[in-house]
C-alpha cells in the first residue's frame, strides 16, 4: 500500500469532496470556502464516548429545527430488574444515522473532523474504528487528525483507514513554530496570562465556556483575551467551536508558574463545574412528563388465568393483605401534586402523543398460518447469519464453529435488526419500536415524575430509520463524570473523586461501553483502596462493586470476565463491606442486583436466594416508606416464583401488582411499566403451570393475549429489550401450541434484538428455542448448530439454568439423531462443550 506522504492541502480536500475517510498525520490545513467543520477534539475529552456525545451535541445544533423530530415520550423511566438491562443503540449508531441526515440537507457541504484523535478513549476509537470498517454507512466525510504517534486502539484506527483505503492517509501542516520556554510569560498583561493559567489546568486543549465559567468571566472576553494571546505571537491553536490547545511545553512552563494553592483551588471549582449537579442546576427545573398511554386492549383477568391453570380455590382467593394498593395511592398523588408545583412555573405539563411512525422495509408477518413451513425464509439460518437488510450488515451472528461467542456487538448499523418485525395480533401493521434508556437505581424509582435523562442517557426514537433520533437534552458541556473526578482528585477531594467515578461507571455501561463503564469502576475501587477506612468510604465502596457486579451480570464479553459467577462474587464483596445502619435505597438496590444474579444462575439454591433477597429488600422500602419501590418488586418476586414452578403464589403477588399499578397506569409511565411486566409474566404462566386437560389450547391463546398486551404497553413505552423477551415468550407459546413457523419468526425477532443489545443469556434460552424449531422443520444440521451456539453462550455467561436446559435439548435431539450418521460429529462437539461448560460452572460454584 502506498501512504501520500506529501504536504498538498489539494489531495485532503479532494477526497473530502468524495466523501472518504482521511487520516491526517499533523496540523489540519485550512478547508475551502465551501467547506463547513464540524470540529471536535478528543483531548478536551478523555471520559468515556465523550467525543461521540459532544459530536452528537453540535450536529443538533447544526441541524437545529432540522433535526429529527420524535414524539416526546417519557424517557426518564429507569429500573433495574430481574431481566436486566442493556442501552438500546451504541452510540456510533444513533450518531451515523444524525450526520446522515445532516448529509441530506441543502446548503454547505459539512465534515466530520476529530482533532487529536491519538488522545481520545478507548470507547471512542473503538467507534470511530467501526465506523471507517463499514463501508457506505456513513454519506459525511471523515477526516481523522492525529497530532501525535498513534498507540494501540488509535494505531488500530489509523490501520482500519490504510486497509480500507491505502491512499487514506495524508500529511498536514506543522504545527506553529516557537519554543515555550523563550516566552516571557511574566511579562504578559495579567489578565492574558491568568486566561492562560487556567486553560493549562483544564489540560492540553480546553473550552472557553469552561475557562470563563472557572473565572467566572463571559465566554466572548475569553475569547477575546486568547486573540490577544494570539497577537502576541504565543503557540495557541484554534480547533473551533470554542476548543483550543497549547503545546507540552507551554502547559509545562504555565503550570510551574501556578501557586499550588491556587491550582488546589481552582481543580476543586472544575470539579464541581464538571460534575452533574452543577450541570443540572445550568439547566434549570425540568419540565415533568406525562406520557399518552395508547388504548389497553383487552386483556384477560387473573380469574381467567385461575380458571384454566389448575390451582386451589384457596390460592385463587387470597387478597391483598399488605396495604400497598392504598400507601401507592397516597404516594403517588402526592408526587403527582408536588409535580404540578413545579410545573406552575413552566407553563404546565405538556402530554406527549405516542408514537406512531412505521419502520420502512421488509416485514415478518408472524400471523397464523403464515407461508409454508418448510420453506418460508429456509436459507436464513444456513450459515447462522440472516438477512444482511439494506446497509449490508448482518441481522444477527452465532458464533463460528470452535470460537466462544466474545463480546456481541452492541451496535450493528442503521439497519441492524434487518427485516422490521410487524406483529399482525395486537399492533399495528410496522409499528415503530421506539428504544429509551434502560438503567434505573431505587432512589429515581421513588421520583415517579423524574427529570429528563441528560445527554449521555438520552436514546435514540427506532431502530434503522434514519430521521428516529432523539434529540439530546444536555446542551451545556459542564457535565463529565470522569473529568470532575480527576479535577477533584487533584484538589485533594478523594470522595468527591470516587463518588463521581461510580457516576461515570454508571453513565458509561448505560452508553455502551462496558469497558470504560468497568474502568470507572476500578478506578474508584483502587483510589478507596488507597484511603484510611471509614463508614462513607465503605458506602462508596458498596456503590462501586455494585456497578461493577451489575456491569458483569448484565454486560456481554467474555473475555472480560462479564460472567454470572463473577458478578455474583463481586456483588458478595459489597455485601460483605455493607455495614448495619447503610441507608436502605442502597442495601435495596444491593438486595436486588444479587437477587437478579441468582435468578440468571437459575439453580434452585440461586431461586431460593433470589426470592430471600427480594423479599428483604421490599420489607426494608416499606419500613421505610417507600411502598412505590416495595411494590415494584412484586414482579419480581413472581418472576421468581414461576421459575421456581409455583404458579399459586406467582398468581398471588401477580393479582396485587395489576390492584397496585393498574389505576395510575394512564397517567404514570411507572404504573405503566409495572403492568407490561405484570402481563408478561401472565404470559409465561402457561409455559411453567400445570393446565387443566381439555383447555390447554385456550391456555396457550390466553397466554398469547397477555403477551400481546404486554408487547403494546412495551412498545409505549419503547422497551426494545422487553419487547425481544415478549417475542420469545411468544415464540414458546406459539411452539407449544402447535404453529411451528410462527413460533421460528418470533424467535427470529428474539435473537436479532438480544444480538443488538448483547443480551448473552436472552441469545442462549432464544437459540436454543430456534434449535427445537428446525428439528420440527426438519432442518436437522442447523438444529445441531444451533444448539451448538446456545451451549457457547450459556457457557460464557455463565449461567447453570441455561447449560442445564442444553443438556435436555441435547439428549431428546442426540436419540432423535442417533440413527443418522452425518450428524454424530456435529453432536460430539456439543457433548464436549456441554460437558466443559458443566465442569466449569461446578468448579466455580464448588
Known amino acids: 500500500m502506498t501512504q ?16 472518504l475517510a482521511t487520516a491526517v498525520r499533523g496540523r489540519l490545513p485550512d478547508p475551502p470556502p465551501a467547506l463547513q467543520l464540524l470540529r471536535v477534539s478528543c483531548e478536551v475529552a478523555p471520559a468515556a464516548l465523550r467525543p461521540l456525545l459532544e459530536a452528537r451535541r453540535l450536529t443538533e445544533a447544526i441541524l437545529g429545527e432540522a433535526r429529527p423530530k420524535p414524539p416526546d415520550r417519557a424517557k426518564s423511566l429507569r429500573r433495574r430488574t430481574l431481566f436486566g438491562e442493556a442501552p438500546e443503540r451504541a452510540t456510533e449508531a444513533v450518531l451515523v444515522e444524525l450526520w446522515n441526515h445532516l448529509a441530506q440537507q441543502t446548503g454547505s457541504q459539512w465534515v466530520v473532523v476529530f482533532d487529536a484523535v491519538e488522545q481520545a478513549d478507548e470507547a471512542t476509537l473503538a467507534a470511530l474504528t467501526q465506523i471507517v470498517k463499514r463501508q457506505g454507512w456513513l454519506q459525511l466525510p471523515l477526516v481523522l487528525v492525529f497530532h501525535g504517534e498513534p498507540k494501540d486502539a488509535a494505531a488500530e484506527l489509523l490501520l482500519a483507514v490504510r486497509t480500507r483505503d491505502a491512499a487514506g492517509v495524508v500529511r498536514g501542516e506543522e504545527p506553529p513554530s516557537g519554543e515555550a520556554q523563550a516566552i516571557a510569560w511574566r511579562t504578559l498583561p495579567p489578565e492574558v496570562l491568568r486566561v492562560l493559567r487556567a486553560g493549562a489546568l483544564i489540560g492540553p486543549g480546553f473550552e472557553t465556556r469552561i475557562v470563563a465559567d472557572l473565572l467566572s468571566l463571559e465566554p466572548l472576553v475569553v475569547l477575546e483575551l486568547l486573540q490577544q494571546a494570539t497577537d502576541l505571537g504565543l503557540p495557541l491553536e484554534d480547533r473551533g467551536e470554542g476548543r483550543f490547545s497549547l503545546p507540552t511545553s507551554a502547559l509545562t512552563a504555565l503550570s510551574k508558574s501556578l501557586m499550588p494553592s491556587l491550582a488546589q483551588a481552582w481543580h476543586r471549582k472544575l470539579g464541581r463545574l464538571l460534575g452533574a449537579r452543577a450541570g443540572e442546576e445550568v439547566a434549570g427545573p425540568p419540565r415533568p412528563p406525562v406520557p399518552r398511554v395508547k388504548s389497553r386492549g383487552k386483556i384477560p383477568s387473573a380469574a381467567h388465568v385461575a380458571e384454566i391453570i389448575d390451582l386451589s380455590a384457596e390460592v385463587v382467593d387470597l387478597v391483598d393483605d399488605t396495604g400497598l394498593a392504598a400507601q401507592v395511592a397516597s404516594e403517588m398523588a402526592a408526587v403527582a401534586e ?22 420502512a422495509g421488509e416485514s415478518l408477518d408472524v400471523s397464523e398460518g403464515t407461508g409454508d413451513e418448510a420453506g418460508q425464509g429456509g436459507d436464513k439460518l444456513a450459515d447462522g447469519t440472516g438477512d444482511s437488510g439494506a446497509s449490508g450488515a448482518p441481522a444477527w451472528r452465532v458464533p463460528a464453529k470452535g470460537e466462544r461467542s466474545g463480546p456481541v456487538p452492541l451496535a450493528l448499523g442503521a439497519s441492524a435488526l434487518g427485516p422490521n418485525v410487524k406483529v399482525s395480533q395486537g399492533t399495528g401493521p410496522g409499528e415503530q419500536v421506539e428504544a429509551r434508556p434502560a438503567g434505573w437505581s431505587p432512589a429515581r424509582r421513588k421520583t415517579i415524575f423524574a427529570a429528563p435523562p441528560a445527554e449521555e442517557d438520552a436514546g435514540p426514537a427506532g431502530w434503522g430509520a434514519p430521521s428516529r433520533v432523539v434529540p439530546t437534552r444536555l446542551e451545556d458541556p459542564l457535565v463529565d463524570e470522569a473529568r470532575a473526578a480527576e479535577h477533584m482528585r487533584l484538589a485533594g477531594e478523594f470522595d468527591a473523586a470516587a463518588q463521581h467515578l461510580c457516576e461515570a461507571a454508571r453513565k458509561a455501561a448505560e452508553m455502551g461501553a462496558p469497558q470504560a463503564a468497568a474502568q470507572h469502576a476500578g478506578s474508584a475501587l483502587a483510589l478507596l483502596a488507597t484511603l484510611p477506612v471509614s463508614a462513607s468510604r465503605r458506602l462508596l465502596r458498596v456503590q462501586a462493586l455494585i456497578e461493577l457486579g451489575r456491569l458483569q451480570w448484565q454486560a456481554a464479553g467474555y473475555e472480560f470476565g462479564f460472567t454470572l459467577t463473577q458478578a455474583q462474587a463481586t456483588l458478595e464483596s459489597a455485601r460483605a ?4 445502619g447503610a441507608p436502605v435505597e442502597l442495601a435495596a438496590d444491593l438486595a436486588q442486583a444479587i437477587a437478579g444474579v441468582c435468578f ?6 440461586s431461586l431460593e436466594r433470589a426470592l430471600t433477597e427480594l423479599a428483604a429488600a421490599a420489607s426494608m422500602l416499606q419500613a421505610a416508606g417507600d411502598a412505590i419501590g416495595a411494590a415494584c418488586l412484586l414482579n419480581d ?26 389505576p395510575h397506569v394512564h397517567t404514570d409511565p411507572v404504573a405503566l411499566r409495572e403492568l407490561a411486566e405484570t402481563e408478561h409474566l401472565f404470559a409465561r404462566l402457561p409455559l411453567h403451570a400445570q393446565l387443566r386437560v381439555g383447555r390447554e389450547a385456550e391456555g396457550f391463546e390466553m397466554g398469547l393475549e397477555h403477551a400481546r398486551a404486554a408487547e403494546r404497553f412495551y412498545r409505549d413505552l419503547g422497551e426494545v429489550r422487553e419487547l425481544g423477551r415478549v417475542w420469545e415468550t411468544m415464540g414458546r407459546l406459539e411452539l407449544r401450541a402447535g404453529r411451528t413457523m410462527a413460533a421460528k419468526q418470533r424467535f427470529d425477532a428474539a435473537a436479532e434484538v438480544q444480538t443488538q443489545l448483547g443480551d448473552l443469556t436472552g441469545l442462549g434460552q432464544t437459540t436454543e428455542a430456534l ?15 444451533l444448539l451448538r451456539d446456545s451451549v457457547v453462550f450459556n457457557r460464557d455467561k455463565g449461567s447453570p439454568l441455561g447449560l442445564q436446559q442444553n443438556r435436555r435439548a441435547f439428549i431428546e435431539l442426540s436419540e432423535r439423531l442417533a440413527p443418522r450418521a452425518e450428524h454424530a460429529a456435529g453432536l460430539q462437539e456439543v457433548a464436549i462443550l456441554l460437558s466443559a461448560g458443566e465442569r466449569e460452572l461446578a468448579t466455580l460454584r464448588a
Open 4 to 19: 501520500i506522504d506529501e504536504r498538498d492541502p489539494g489531495r485532503l480536500w479532494q477526497r473530502v469532496r468524495e466523501r
Open 338 to 359: 408536588q409535580s404540578q408545583d413545579m410545573s406552575a412555573g413552566t407553563g404546565g405539563i405538556e402530554t406527549s402523543p405516542r408514537a406512531d411512525a412505521l419502520i
Open 577 to 580: 463491606e455493607l455495614e448495619e
Open 600 to 605: 440468571d444462575l437459575g439453580d434452585p439454591r
Open 637 to 662: 418476586q413472581a418472576a421468581v416464583l414461576v421459575r421456581m414452578g409455583d404458579p399459586g403464589r406467582a398468581l398471588q403477588l401477580l393479582r396485587q401488582s395489576r390492584k397496585v399499578f393498574d
Open 771 to 785: 434449535s427445537q424449531v428446525l428439528a420440527l422443520l426438519g432442518r436437522d444440521a442447523e438444529a445441531v448448530t
